[in-house]
C-alpha cells in the first residue's frame, strides 16, 4: 500500500510542479551585466511591474528609440517617460541593441557597430570590480559598480517629463541648471525649442523657457504653492516640497511616489499636470500653463497690462498702459496690441538731463 501511493505521488510530481510555476506569476529581467545586450523587441521590466524599457517607434516611421514608459496601465506611447538616443535613432527596424559595452559604457547601437549614444563614462572599471546596469522600481537607470556605488543614472539626464524621486534643478555652487526639454514634435522626440526648470535668479519660481527667451513663470513658491498657478491650493494632491537649499547647495522641487501624475513639458511648451483615470482609461490635464495669450511672459511689454477679450481663445489680448505712460512706439499707439511697452508720459527730470 505504501509503494502504491508513493509510486502515484511519484507519477504526479511532474503534473504538480507545472501547476506551480503556472500558478507563480513570471516576471522579466530587470538588469544587464557587462557585455549582454537587449534587442529590438525585448525589455526590461522594473520591479513592481510599473515601468518598462525597451524600443519603441513614435508615430509612423521607421525610427526606432530606447525609452521608458510605464507598464501597468495606459498605453505605451502616451507614458514615453524618458528617452536615450532622442538625437540619433536607430533606422533599422529591429537592428538596434542596448549593451552594457565591455568598457562600462551603455550604448545604443545601430546595426553592427554604429554607436548612436553613450553613457560616456571615463571612469574605468578596476581589476576587481564588475558594473551593472538596472531599471529601479521608481524608473531610474543606475549603472552600477559591483561594490555598489552608482556611476550613472538616467535621473540626472532628464527628457521632457519629471519623474517622482528626481532631484533635478539649479546647483548653486556651480551654476548648472538641469531642465526638462521638450520633444521637437509630437512624433519627434529629439530636443524641441521648450525647457522647463528653475529661475536661475534663485527666485524659488518655475520658467518655461522658449530657447533662451522666457515664455511662462509659475509666481513665487511660497512654502504651499506657486502662486501663480490657478489651480493650486495649500491642500494641493502632489504635496510638492522645495529642497533645503542652504543646506545641499541645489534647489530643486521633489514630490511623494505616484504613478498616476505626471508632470511634463509639452512640445508645444505647455506645462502639464496629467491624471491618471481609471474610469475612463485616459490621462486627462489638470492644470496646463500657458494657455492663454495674457499667461505669456511680459506680453504686452513694460509697464503695460494685458486683458483677454471675453475670454475667447484665439482673439488677441488687449494691452493698455499702466497710468502715467504710452506706447514706446508711436505705431502701436491705437492698436492696442503690442509687445513693445510703455514708457512713462513725462520723463523724469534726471532722465531728461541724461538725454541733453
Known amino acids: 500500500m505504501f509503494c502504491s501511493v508513493r509510486n502515484e505521488l511519484f507519477l504526479l510530481f511532474p503534473v504538480i510542479v507545472i501547476l506551480c510555476s503556472l500558478s507563480v506569476p513570471s516576471r522579466g529581467k530587470d538588469t544587464l551585466t557587462l557585455g549582454e545586450s537587449l534587442r529590438d523587441g525585448d525589455t526590461l521590466i522594473s520591479k513592481g511591474d510599473i ?30 517617460l524618458w528617452v536615450a538616443n532622442r538625437e540619433k535613432p536607430v533606422t533599422n527596424l529591429s537592428g538596434g541593441a542596448l549593451t552594457l559595452a565591455r568598457d562600462g559604457n551603455l550604448i545604443v547601437t545601430n546595426t553592427g ?25 521608481d524608473g531610474n537607470i543606475v549603472l552600477n559598480n559591483s561594490d555598489g556605488t552608482t556611476v550613472w543614472q538616467s535621473f540626472d539626464y532628464p527628457t ?21 526639454t521638450s520633444w521637437r514634435s509630437k512624433t519627434d522626440p529629439a530636443q524641441g525649442n521648450f525647457t522647463l526648470g528653475i529661475d536661475p535668479g534663485r527666485s524659488t519660481q518655475l520658467f518655461v523657457w522658449d530657447g533662451e527667451h522666457p515664455r511662462w513663470r509659475s509666481g513665487r513658491w511660497n512654502g ?19 529642497s533645503n537649499y542652504d543646506l545641499e547647495k541645489k534647489m ?5 511616489f505616484n504613478v498616476s501624475h505626471r508632470y511634463m513639458i509639452s512640445w508645444d511648451g505647455t506645462d502639464q499636470h496629467l491624471i491618471w483615470s481609471e474610469t475612463s482609461r485616459s490621462w486627462t490635464r489638470f492644470f496646463a500653463e500657458p494657455t492663454t495669450p495674457c499667461e505669456l511672459y511680459n506680453r504686452c511689454g513694460n509697464y503695460a497690462t494685458c486683458t483677454e477679450i471675453d475670454g475667447k481663445v484665439g482673439l488677441e489680448p488687449l494691452c493698455m498702459c499702466l497710468k502715467g505712460h504710452v506706447p514706446a512706439k508711436e505705431t502701436e499707439w491705437n492698436n492696442g496690441n503690442w509687445t513693445s511697452g510703455c514708457v512713462r508720459r513725462v520723463l523724469y527730470k534726471c532722465e531728461k538731463e541724461g538725454m541733453k
Not at 524600443?55 to 498605453?75: A, K, L
Not at 557597430?113 to 531599471?135: F, K
Open 51 to 80: 515601468f518598462e524599457l525597451g524600443f519603441f517607434t513614435p508615430g509612423e516611421s521607421n525610427r526606432r528609440y530606447i525609452g521608458v514608459w510605464y507598464r501597468s496601465f495606459s498605453t505605451k506611447l502616451e507614458t514615453i
Open 113 to 137: 557597430s554604429d554607436v548612436l549614444w553613450s553613457t560616456n563614462i571615463s571612469t574605468p572599471i578596476s581589476n576587481n570590480q564588475s558594473r551593472i546596469v538596472q531599471l529601479l522600481a
Open 160 to 180: 521632457d517629463t519629471y519623474i517622482p524621486g528626481m532631484r533635478v534643478g539649479l546647483d548653486l555652487q556651480t551654476g548648472v541648471n538641469q531642465v526638462f
Open 224 to 242: 504651499q504653492i506657486f502662486i501663480g498657478i490657478e489651480k493650486m491650493v495649500p491642500t494641493y494632491m502632489y504635496n510638492f516640497k522645495l
Open 252 to 256: 530643486y522641487y521633489y514630490t511623494g
